[in-house]
């Protein structure tokens, strides 16, 4: 018995490794496409982290001031994990899912929708993981970096990645068509301009920092930007928490509306 029960667990361990497999063989000569995901954050952080940043000078938090494109790069940092996840779980999964049938054909076999889902998920992170390890050596190369602490920033940004992940594979199960990926366009939109990323949000009004606190962006920013500046706090507790909330709660939600669209 309790060698059914391993080789049971071992192969339900090895099914999303599977399709994380199949993603590698279809996109391997696509490496230099898809580093290209690194580019638009490395642009934001030059332009509006060390461009604006010129003109404005050093920002104070807690008792501290920083460069104001120090204090800006953990959040485009967090903000790339997001992107990645949102991308590869939403456009990709959509077309397969809706268009491609790859599922229908995957689900003959012994793999079951969780198993989808987790597949999806790790080929994301992996993908999310490349972004994060080159945008903390830009970061280091432009002098962001003064404390081994950031590299907790790797851990915390794949926390945030699974978060979106949970997100991204939810969404794709609701979407009826291509056109309603606007609506996944301007959230992301709002979320990475008012989540924190720029300015510290006790500048907000009261109702709109509550509204704030719900994005799981801003969350990120503040476990990664706690670790970066080598500022920890027991707060980062709460961030982690409420990331791993949402990763499972979307994992479970993604998996139990794909069984209903490919078992129907």
């Known amino acids: 018995m309790t060698t059914l029960t391993f080789q049971w667990m071992r192969l339900r361990t090895l099914r999303p490794g599977y399709l994380v497999e199949r993603n590698f063989f279809v996109h391997r000569r696509a490496w230099l496409l898809m580093l290209t995901g690194l580019l638009e954050p490395l642009f934001y952080l030059l332009g509006l982290g060390v461009g604006v940043g010129a003109l404005i000078g050093e920002i104070t938090v807690g008792d501290r001031s920083f460069p104001y494109a120090t204090y800006v790069a953990p959040a485009v940092f967090a903000s790339a994990a997001m992107t990645a996840a949102i991308s590869e779980t939403t456009f990709n999964v959509f077309g397969k899912l809706k268009f491609a049938k790859i599922y229908d054909g995957i689900t003959a076999t012994p793999m079951r929708p969780m198993d989808i889902a987790l597949g999806e998920g790790l080929w994301a992170l992996i ?96 476990l990664t930007r706690g670790v970066m500046l080598a500022m920890p706090s027991w707060t980062m507790l709460i961030n982690v928490a409420y990331l791993a909330l949402v990763c499972v709660i979307g994992l479970a939600i993604a998996s139990k509306r794909m069984a209903r669209l490919l078992y129907k």
């Open 127 to 222: 993908r999310g993981v490349i972004y994060l390890i080159a945008f903390v050596a830009v970061m280091a190369l432009l002098g962001m970096v003064d404390s081994a602490w950031a590299l907790l920033a790797i851990p915390a940004g794949i926390l945030l990645g699974a978060a979106f992940v949970g997100i991204g594979l939810t969404l794709s199960t609701f979407f009826k068509s291509w056109t309603d990926f606007d609506w996944v366009m301007a959230l992301v939109f709002v979320m990475f301009f008012f989540s924190g990323t720029f300015a510290p949000i006790d500048n907000y009004p009261v109702v709109l920092q509550w509204v704030v606190y719900l994005s799981p962006l801003y969350h990120g920013i503040e």
